[in-house]
């Protein structure tokens, strides 16, 4: 069997390659030299089936010939035998956009093979659909930074709902809910890949079914997903799952369950009655899958333990009512119960302050941090918020490694970093990061596939390419095919491995040897080029396979 899917590849292979060059005759009237020919690599297409032997020729910014032993030439040839060429990674669910104004480079995204990232996650974007800050506007801004790494976005409900309603805890009237839906309409319009909720932040969180399903109707008729970082991950997660598929059942869409967990130690037996209400779901016709990153720790702001009433309005309105007469008691109560649900409070790292003088609580555990200044931790996390006007960001240990595995593993699960882009130098280095940021990719190839062995590497490829570019329709990504833009990252799959680390963010992944985006090489064996290649990629609705 293995044999015939072998050469039965290599002929497809022979084909493809064959057409593509014919096609250069007919153009040029002989044969051309392509820009860059990689020599010999173990060629993993990103459809999930394995590796062969073949050369890939690129030109410009596509991929113009795949296939054994091309005998054309180039202008540059690199010898990869011995390699793994994979279509570049795309990270499904980033928040690498919020930083390329400061740094473009997008170092930490680049490192680990990832070509493409779409932002615009858990309900945040950096456009809105409307005609000041529309989505045109966002792409045009982002191709005049010339990023390294190519950014679609989806556009944020939350963000669309903090402009047309504020960050108020109320249903929308049926005036703003007519101004919302022309948001998300002239938004995909535009190009963005989907829509996003973050439903524990405000204000998203303050949204009903009924305002998502409206929200998420126009997409249903092109084909976009609606990705969702839900009302609960923890107690209530089977809850939030059931409504994540009632609104993409509602609105007709497909559903993106954003960094799929069962949080809490207690909750850790929950997985297998999630994957059930996914899959029975699926056979109903629901378009359902998901995501993760690999790692047990989660990050996100501090004030994420308080319960969303007691953010309602804001900043000032939270950090009133933190001290408040009547809410006091019951903010700490429900405060504890999350921390207690999480492990306590040395479950709890701080990885960003705002504040200069709190610098040296980066990186440290709360509950360890607090006794060391000899402050109850519950009092000493509210005066840091004080200090920082809310802004602390941590990272809560409070997964499942058999859970993480069986995420990872299950057909329906893509691979994501969910973290930021930085650098080991410039104005991206700021606190104590998670360490997803700049791991998550090499670490799924190296500690999943290569140790653990929990999933195939053809699979794990597939996972991190063909699966999201047909997800938000990014229809000429994901596959090493003539005629697809050539986006390509090169790596050795016995040394592919992730360093960074919760206690040392700073640090980039070893294995990778080749990064090219747009067919511009932007990373060669550990070295950065000056080319900045990236380009907002619009979504793509119509165009099919
Ligand atoms: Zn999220």
Redesign the pocket.
């Known amino acids: 069997m293995i044999t015939s899917r072998r050469s039965f590849l290599t002929t497809t292979g022979t084909i493809l390659a064959t057409v593509a060059e014919l096609r250069h005759l007919t153009v040029f009237g002989k044969r051309p030299a392509a820009d860059l020919i990689l020599r010999g690599g173990t060629v993993f297409d990103g459809t999930g089936t394995d590796g062969r032997e073949a050369d890939v020729a690129i030109t410009a910014d596509r991929i113009t010939a795949v296939g054994p032993a091309l005998t054309q030439s180039a202008r540059t040839e690199i010898d990869v035998r011995g390699l793994a060429v994979a279509p570049g990674f795309i990270d499904i669910?980033s928040h690498g956009d919020s930083s390329l104004a400061a740094d473009p480079r997008a170092e930490s995204v680049i490192r680990q093979g990832i070509t493409t990232i779409v932002a615009g996650?858990?309900g945040s974007s950096r456009a809105t659909g409307t005609a000041a800050n529309g989505f045109a506007a966002l792409f045009g801004r982002l191709d005049r930074l010339r990023p390294g790494v190519n950014v679609a976005s989806m556009i944020g409900l939350g963000s669309v709902r903090g402009e047309a309603i504020g960050n108020t805890d109320r249903s929308a009237t049926v005036a703003e809910l007519r101004v919302m839906v022309a948001m998300v309409e002239r938004a995909l319009q535009d190009g963005a890949c989907g829509a996003s909720s973050?439903l524990?932040?405000t204000p998203g969180a303050f949204a009903r079914p009924d305002e998502l399903i409206a929200l998420c109707k126009p997409l249903a008729s092109r084909g976009l997903p609606y990705a969702t970082?839900m009302r609960n991950e923890d107690d209530r997660l089977l809850d939030a799952i059931a409504e994540s598929i009632a609104v993409a059942r509602g609105a007709g869409c497909g559903l993106q369950i954003?960094?799929l967990k069962t949080q809490g130690p207690r909750n850790w037996s929950r997985l297998q009655a999630a994957f059930d209400q996914i899959e029975t779901a699926r056979r109903d016709g629901v378009d359902v899958a998901f995501d993760r990153y690999p790692y047990l720790a989660?990050a996100?702001g501090l004030t994420n333990l308080f319960p969303v009433w007691s953010r309602d309005g804001g900043t000032t309105a939270f950090l009133s009512r933190l001290r408040g007469q009547g809410t006091a008691n019951r903010i700490e109560a429900e405060t504890l119960a999350k921390v207690d649900l999480i492990g306590g409070w040395d479950n709890v790292q701080i990885t960003s302050v705002s504040s200069p003088t709190d610098r040296e609580v980066q990186g440290k555990r709360l509950g360890t941090w607090a006794r060391g200044v000899g402050v109850e931790p519950y009092q000493a996390t509210i005066a840091l918020l004080e200090r920082n006007r809310g802004r602390v960001d941590m990272a809560g240990f409070a997964m499942s490694e058999e859970n993480l595995e069986r995420i990872l593993a299950h057909p329906l699960g893509m691979v994501c970093t969910?973290g930021g882009a930085f650098a080991l130098e410039g104005p991206t280095r700021r606190g104590s990061p998670h360490p997803r940021g700049a791991g998550s990719f090499p670490r799924v190839l190296g500690r999943y596939v290569r140790e653990r062995r929990i999933l195939t590497l053809a699979e794990a490829i597939r996972k991190m390419t063909s699966v999201p570019a047909d997800r938000v329709r990014l229809f000429d990504r994901g596959r090493l095919l003539p005629g697809n833009a050539a986006d390509v990252v090169v790596f050795d799959p016995t040394r592919i491995a992730d360093t960074a680390t919760f206690e040392r963010p700073f640090q980039y992944p070893r294995g990778i040897s080749l990064v090219i985006v747009n067919g511009t090489v932007t990373l060669r064996d550990g070295q950065r080029s000056r080319a900045h290649a990236g380009r907002s990629l619009r979504s793509n609705p119509v165009a099919g396979r």
Do not use: C, K
Request: negative net charge.
């Open positions: 669910h996650a858990d973050g524990e932040y970082h954003s960094h989660y996100t969910d």
